[in-house]
């Protein structure tokens, strides 16, 4: 059974850097061929596809992110991390890790889900 498992930053400070670890079991973050995605959902907004690792290691962001954000992993650990930079209140959200096939594409498709993680961004 495969399962991804969120970190809790829990409340992180306006300027500080955001960083949340997905934690893999049940199979490999190397096997082909998947995207392993963060996802976001604001209160009282949609989800937000953030950004994604590949099974081969390349990455791929929202271009909306993209200046803020980066996605790396450890393959020992079997872990996947977000970073994203210079956090504001608005990067208040439920954040999720998430898997997607290949074929599908890292935006839709998934087919299994951390269960969250709330993090608030607040002095």
């Known amino acids: 059974q495969v399962q991804l498992q969120e970190s809790d930053p829990g409340l992180v400070k306006p300027s500080q850097t955001l960083s949340l670890t997905c934690t893999v079991s049940g199979t490999s973050i190397t096997t082909n061929y998947y995207y392993w995605s963060w996802i976001r959902q604001p209160p009282g907004k949609e989800m937000e596809w953030m950004g994604a690792?590949?099974?081969?290691?390349?990455?791929s962001y929202s271009p909306f992110l993209r200046s803020r954000t980066s996605i790396s992993r450890d393959t020992s650990k079997n872990q996947f991390t977000l970073h994203v930079t210079s956090v504001t209140p608005e990067d208040t959200a439920v954040y999720y890790c998430?898997?997607?096939?290949?074929?599908?594409?890292?935006?839709?498709?998934?087919?299994?889900w951390g269960q969250g993680t709330l993090v608030t961004v607040a002095s």
């Open positions: 690792i590949h099974s081969s290691g390349t990455t």
């Open positions: 998430a898997r997607s096939p290949e074929f599908k594409g890292p935006k839709e498709g998934y087919d299994y």
